[in-house]
């Protein structure tokens, strides 16, 4: 059976070189500085910036945010993106937590929570994929169901192949 | 089909929305005991703080019914189900006919019995109209009894309201149910700076006043006060399911589908008891998620597409001014009498702390403040796959090293757990 997915930002960290320029446009579009901080994805980096991974909203089929949240304040925009309502959020962080990616971003400024919302308002592509294009880290998806099939594949494969206890893998 | 709910909790409305929303075919009515369209009891508290105004508190509309039709009887609890005549009563002597019938009515305050609970400035904030009547009370000094997590946000509350706050927990440390001493005794240090007094390890003998509350006495003090706000725990509702023969136990039981032992009945919600999703014991975990999973699964069954439930999961949050804590699985005192090596893995780093609980290896639960809580999601993927952490720290370097094929979250993982790349 063929099932519609919701468009979310895929991320082929192979390709991040951990520049920062997505958190850059993104904070600029949204509020209108250059604040890491205050960007809806954030960038891990590991040993020096040899391993970078770029950390954003999936905007899971089956939100375990929305259903956590104690104010529903977690909810899925027409545009398929999951996002906090600012009205009623409190700053309790539960979606953070129950996050398996640990996406959403706390706003420094408020102490609500921040999560990708696709640059719904924006005419042009999400900024940051914008911002990415270079590198080509970053890209939209929408029910794009053979793209989405391979990467739950490749989890799959990760799952098992990766699983410490079979020992070190070559 | 006539599907009859009883409810209009979050559990009975995502059973009834839906259902709807699949099958423009069936009737579908709900029975409340309350007179309120569908809201978050998380929510209440906040809206007593005056975080967010009381309209925040509702998760539907009186038109969302209307838009869907699904009919809603208000100020009908329901009193008695004949399983053979397929008719539940409510209190006022009605009778409502139905071809499946879905329990979803929740549980109710723990009131303990203790002597002049009844008198005025006794609240609670588990039900809405309870709630409103705290938020249009006035007082100075307020004792909490019970420190669950509503307790703690109760107490949160009254304290932006202005009142002097007492917190009283029977047992010996706050949120026994979610925390261990370690996490709840920092917990309670950021209580006591926030200005609310805690006192654990300490038995609520009697409230005094004539008419109005005036003091609690405790064993060990009396503490003045004008309001007492009750928040010790809730109990599932089984007595309705139980006089109707069905089976019950903590809580209703149900079958794999949710479903009662009488034909055509389901339950869903902080009624039933079910099993935990990863050990798949008997468990029940009373949260609003769980809630909303099972009456999927609920509604799934009604229309004829099999669901299975999986089970629930413990995840709960505690947040007061500008503490964050979060918990998830099992406390240490919940594994103390099961067999298996125990393994706590600490981080204290000021502020910060994170406490995990490995049982012969694996991820079995574990707390956070603070920071740690930002990646606190990586440890309950990790307990819902059953990693093996000894592995991860076998293979470290392999893991860490630059160009690893390991996903990232294993290195993050490795990370919090004190790892050194």
Not at chain 1, 81 to 88: G, L
Not at chain 1, 151 to 168: C, D, F, I, L, M
């Amino acid at each position: 059976m063929s099932r519609k997915t919701n468009p979310f930002i895929l991320v082929d960290s192979d390709k991040c070189t951990g520049c920062g320029l997505c958190e850059m446009a993104c904070s600029m579009l949204h509020h209108g500085i250059l604040s890491p901080h205050r960007a809806r994805l954030r960038v891990l980096r590991f040993d020096n910036g040899r391993r970078n991974v770029p950390v954003v909203c999936q905007a899971c089929e089956d939100a375990p945010c929305i259903k956590t949240c104690p104010m529903n304040a977690r909810r899925r925009s027409e545009h398929q993106a999951v996002v906090t309502d600012e009205e009623r959020c409190i700053g309790c962080r539960a979606c953070v937590y129950i996050c398996p990616f640990g996406a959403p971003v706390v706003n420094p400024d408020n102490g609500k929570t921040l999560t990708c919302d696709l640059c719904a308002d924006d005419d042009t592509h999400p900024w940051c994929v914008q911002a990415c294009r270079d590198c080509g880290a970053l890209k939209v998806v929408a029910c794009e169901e053979a793209v989405v099939r391979k990467s739950r594949q490749r989890a799959e494969q990760a799952k098992t192949a990766y699983q410490p206890k079979k020992g070190p893998v070559a | 089909m006539n599907v009859l709910i009883i409810g209009n909790g979050i559990a009975g409305n995502e059973v009834a929305f839906f259902l709807r929303r699949a099958r423009r075919d069936c009737r579908v009515t709900i029975l409340s005991a309350e007179r309120f369209p569908e809201y978050d009891p998380c929510s209440l508290p906040y809206f007593i703080g005056r975080d967010v105004p009381r309209d925040s508190v509702f998760r539907k509309r009186w038109q969302d019914y209307h838009a869907h039709q699904i009919q809603l009887v208000l100020d009908h609890p329901a009193t008695a189900i004949d399983p053979e005549a397929r008719e539940v009563t409510t209190a006022d002597g009605m009778k409502f006919g139905y071809d499946r019938l879905v329990l979803a009515h929740g549980g109710s305050l723990f009131i303990p019995p203790i002597d002049g609970i009844d008198k005025e400035g006794v609240h609670s904030c588990k039900q809405l109209a309870a709630a409103d009547r705290l938020d249009q009370s006035s007082g100075s000094a307020a004792v909490v009894i019970g420190s669950g997590a509503i307790g703690i946000e109760a107490a949160e509350a009254l304290k932006k309201r202005g009142y002097a706050v007492t917190v009283i927990e029977l047992l010996d440390w706050i949120m026994p149910a979610l925390f261990d001493p370690e996490t709840a005794q920092r917990l309670k240090l950021r209580l006591e700076g926030c200005g609310i007094r805690v006192r654990t390890s300490e038995k609520v003998l009697r409230l005094e006043g004539a008419q109005r509350v005036c003091a609690v006495v405790t064993d060990k003090r009396r503490i003045p006060c004008d309001t007492v706000v009750i928040a010790t725990g809730v109990v599932p509702g089984k007595a309705l399911a139980q006089t109707a023969g069905i089976d019950v136990q903590r809580g209703i039981r149900v079958d794999a589908h949710l479903q009662t032992n009488a034909a055509g009945i389901f339950a869903c919600g902080d009624c039933v008891e079910t099993v935990d999703a990863c050990t798949g014991e008997d468990a029940m975990f009373q949260l609003k998620h769980n809630a909303i999973e099972q009456a999927r699964v609920v509604a799934h069954n009604l229309i004829a597409e099999p669901a299975t439930y999986a089970g629930a999961w413990a995840f709960a949050r505690a947040h007061f001014f500008d503490t964050h804590a979060v918990t998830f699985g099992k406390t240490t005192r919940a594994t103390q009498c099961e067999l298996g090596q125990l393994e706590i893995i600490e981080r204290d780093e000021g502020e910060d702390y994170l406490r995990i609980i490995l049982k012969e290896g694996r991820v079995v639960g574990g707390q956070a403040i603070g920071r740690f809580g930002d990646f606190i999601g990586l440890f309950i993927g990790a307990m819902w796959r059953k990693d093996d952490i000894p592995g991860i720290r076998e293979n470290w370097s392999l893991i860490a090293r630059s160009g690893s094929p390991h996903p990232w979250t294993y290195r993050k993982l490795g990370e919090l757990i004190g790892l050194k790349s």
